[in-house]
């Protein structure tokens, strides 16, 4: 088991920035990779990006790409998103998942946290 817990999400002014954080623990983390995962209200869940297990590779969808950037310490356990140009359209819950792939696909990733709330408004 890999028990995940977010944090870093509020509320920002359209432009702004925020950074999410994911704490892992229980299996080994640095086995995972690891990705983000967005769903707004009435909508699916949404993949905006994954990291390697040694973060040596990123795999970014056109929502997030050149906006968004995700890292990993492995040290830590930890893995980081930072949104920068916010806008309203990227109000959504925002989840981090692990998977034993580096792949945008919701149902290869074993283990999720329980999200965190980005709301982007003026």
């Known amino acids: 088991q890999v028990q995940l817990v977010e944090s870093g999400g509020g509320l920002v002014q359209p432009g702004g920035s925020l950074r999410l954080a994911c704490a892992a623990s229980g299996r080994t983390f640095s086995n995972y990779a690891m990705g983000w995962f967005r769903q707004a209200p009435g909508k699916e869940r949404e993949f905006v990006v994954a990291i390697s297990w040694n973060g040596g590779t990123s795999y970014y969808t056109d929502s997030g790409k050149g906006r968004f950037t995700i890292s990993r310490d492995n040290a830590k356990n930890a893995v980081y998103l930072q949104m920068n140009s916010l806008q309203p359209e990227d109000t959504a819950v925002y989840y981090c998942?692990?998977?034993?792939?580096?792949?945008?696909?919701?149902?290869?990733?074993?283990?999720w946290g329980q999200g965190t709330q980005v709301t982007v408004s003026s």
């Open positions: 998942a692990a998977s034993r792939q580096l792949t945008g696909w919701v149902n290869d990733y074993d283990y």
